[in-house]
Structures are given as C-alpha cells and as structure tokens.
C-alpha cells in the first residue's frame, strides 16, 4: 500500500470524516498537511504510530461509512434476538437468518 505526497485520505473526527493531505513521505511513515501536531501515520495500514489509540486514516470514504453501517447491524441484530426472553423474530425470519449466516 503506497502513500504519496498530496493523496487525499480522510481522518474520523468528533464531527464526522474530515478529508486531509499527506504532505511527507518517508520509508515507514508519513505525515499530514495542516497538522500542528506533526502526527506520524505508519505507511502500512494507514494508522496513528501510537501504542495508546488506534487512530486510522481511510483512502475511501465508503469504506468508513460501510464499517460503521456493519457495527450498527451486527449490534441490532444482536439486540433483537436477545439470549433470554421472548424471542421478537418469527420462526421464518430466524431461519432466512441461518440460512444467510450459513448455519443451516
């Protein structure tokens, strides 16, 4: 995965994706315009060099957006079938759902 000066990534942010530039590129990390922390990224995997924090960066924006539209419905899914209690889906439904997870 090759980073070059002037690709556009975007970064998450409290507000949502804020599209950024690489402005410097060295053999193992690079470095982003505007950033007045001068905060290296490692070339592999497009992350924050950090041990404390996962910060990542995305080439794509639908890539950030397909990620968190997967969270939210693994964790509805998850919450409309509870472990105990009344089950909210019908017989028909739990199986169409087997059946597309491959459990059946």
């Known amino acids: 995965m090759s980073v070059k000066v002037g690709d556009k990534l975007y970064r998450v942010m409290a507000e949502g994706l804020e599209e950024v530039k690489v402005s410097k590129v060295g ?3 690079f470095y ?5 922390r001068n905060t290296r990224f490692v070339i592999d995997g497009l992350r924050l060099d950090s041990n404390f924090g996962c910060r990542a960066l ?3 924006k639908q890539v950030y957006l397909d990620e ?3 969270t939210y419905l693994r964790s509805a899914i998850l919450d409309a079938i509870p472990p105990y209690g009344p089950v909210v889906a019908s ?4 199986e169409k759902i087997a059946t ?3 459990i059946e």
């Open 27 to 29: 053999r193992k990390y």
């Open 32 to 36: 982003l315009e505007d950033d007045y």
């Open 58 to 60: 995305y080439r794509d």
């Open 68 to 70: 968190q539209r997967l």
């Open 91 to 94: 017989l028909e439904d739990l």
């Open 100 to 102: 597309i997870l491959g």
